[in-house]
Every structure is written in C-alpha cells, then in structure tokens.
C-alpha cells in the first residue's frame, strides 16, 4: 500500500516534470484538457516508476525539458498536454 508521504513526493515529482515541459496541470485542467481523474492516474503511474531518484535529481535543478526521460510512464499524457500548448 503506498502512504500519503510517498503520493506526496510523486504529486510533486508529476507537478515537476509538467513545469520542466513548460505544462500548468492547474492551468490545463481549468480549459478542460485534463480531468483530475488524469492528474491522480498520472501520480500512481510515478509511484509505480522504477527510477524516481533519477527524476528528481534531475528535476532538482529545475531544467527546461523538451520531453520526459524514457523511463517516463507520464510520456504520453506529459507528450499530449505538451503539444497542446498546456
């Protein structure tokens, strides 16, 4: 079972990567691009990932991304809501 500290830390990791993608979660789902459904989807696909130290190191820095690392498993909706101009 994961526990509120751990979906804490992965809430933020989601919420980092978005922000490095130049993406506002916020802000794409007040236009209706993304359901809070998607948002907490997105959270348990990152507590499954098998490399979130990598994440946030990297995301510590707070770098500019044009994509998400392979390892990702928020590449498709990080990909989609990128596209949209989120």
Do not use: F, Q, W
């Not at 809070?36 to 098998?50: F, H, N, Q």
């Not at 928020?74 to 989609?80: A, F, K, P, W």
């Amino acid at each position: 079972m994961t526990d509120t500290v751990d979906l804490r830390r992965h809430a933020i990791l989601v919420d980092s990567m978005a922000g490095a993608l130049g993406i506002d979660l916020e802000e794409a789902a007040l236009r209706g691009e993304l359901d809070m459904d998607e948002i907490s989807d997105a959270v348990l696909r990152c507590v499954g990932c098998t490399n979130p130290e990598h994440c946030a190191h990297m995301l510590a820095d707070k770098p500019k991304l044009t994509a998400t690392p392979g390892y990702c498993r928020n590449r498709e909706l990080m990909t989609r809501l990128a596209d949209r101009g989120a």
